[in-house]
T-cell receptor, first 112, second 121 residues
Framework: GESVGLHLPTLSVQEGDNSIINCAYSNSASDYFIWYKQESGKGPQFIIDIRSNMDKRQGQRVTVLLNKTVKHLSLQIAATQPGDSAVYFCAETKAAGNKLTFGGGTRVLVKP | GAVVSQHPSWVICKSGTSVKIECRSLDFQATTMFWYRQFPKQSLMLMATSNEGSKATYEQGVEKDKFLINHASLTLSTLTVTSAHPEDSSFYIC?????????????????FGPGTRLTVL
């Protein structure tokens, strides 16, 4: 079936630097995308979302970019902090509010 | 707003027993809740979609007689793992869809509970 991106790579980043996490999705019918952060032993925490009619959306220290042409999603974290260390998942759905398909996740390790 | 709770947060049980996990939306109504399972260092895998007042929709490969889901109210869904075995040991996570936007945020967002760690001996 359709699937979304990654197989748990690890991104090591120096504290204060920017982080970029990438995600490829395969379902061209998807119209809603979300980034979640999951800390060890906890449930996923919503970070930011974007609809398919947009190509960029900004939040507090985070920016999501969507390239529908190549079916690529990215999450940029500005001035990465130790508290940003976690596993990040992208998720997609064909219709907002419907069941999500999660990517494999990326572990972000912030070095002091 | 948009808080989802799970109870218990962790449980250890003997093989062959049944375990019930509760998922509650605390400050919004959720006609739809989702149950996921997550093994160590893996992504979340959807098990079933729970709809208030109707039968749950299970994903392919998930045994409906083993994972019983009940969504009796707009704020509560339960997952019962029946006759649990060691291979059922996992992290079970629920999410709730705030379809009315009562949380004050997007109506499309799913909010996740903190998860329940199940260990079957």
């Amino acid at each position: 079936g359709e699937s979304v991106g990654l197989h748990l790579p690890t991104l090591s980043v120096q504290e204060g630097d920017n982080s970029i996490i990438n995600c490829a999705y395969s379902n061209s019918a998807s119209d809603y995308f979300i980034w979640y952060k999951q800390e060890s032993g906890k449930g996923p925490q919503f970070i930011i979302d974007i609809r398919s009619n947009m190509d960029k959306r900004q939040g507090q220290r985070v920016t999501v970019l969507l390239n529908k042409t190549v079916k690529h999603l990215s999450l940029q974290i500005a001035a990465t902090q130790p508290g940003d260390s976690a596993v990040y998942f992208c998720a997609e759905t064909k219709a907002a509010g419907n069941k999500l398909t999660f990517g494999g996740g990326t572990r972000v390790l912030v070095k002091p | 707003g948009a808080v989802v709770s799970q109870h218990p947060s962790w449980v250890i049980c003997k093989s062959g027993t049944s375990v019930k996990i509760e998922c509650r939306s605390l400050d919004f109504q959720a006609t739809t809740m989702f149950w996921y399972r997550q093994f160590p260092k893996q992504s979340l895998m959807l098990m079933a979609t729970s709809n208030e007042g109707s039968k749950a929709t299970y994903e392919q490969g998930v045994e409906k007689d083993k994972f019983l889901i009940n969504h009796a109210s707009l704020t509560l869904s339960t997952l019962t793992v029946t006759s649990a075995h060691p291979e059922d040991s996992s992290f079970y996570i629920c999410s709730a869809r705030d379809w009315r936007g009562t949380s004050g945020v997007s109506t499309d967002t799913q909010y996740f509970g903190p998860g329940t760690r199940l260990t079957v001996l």
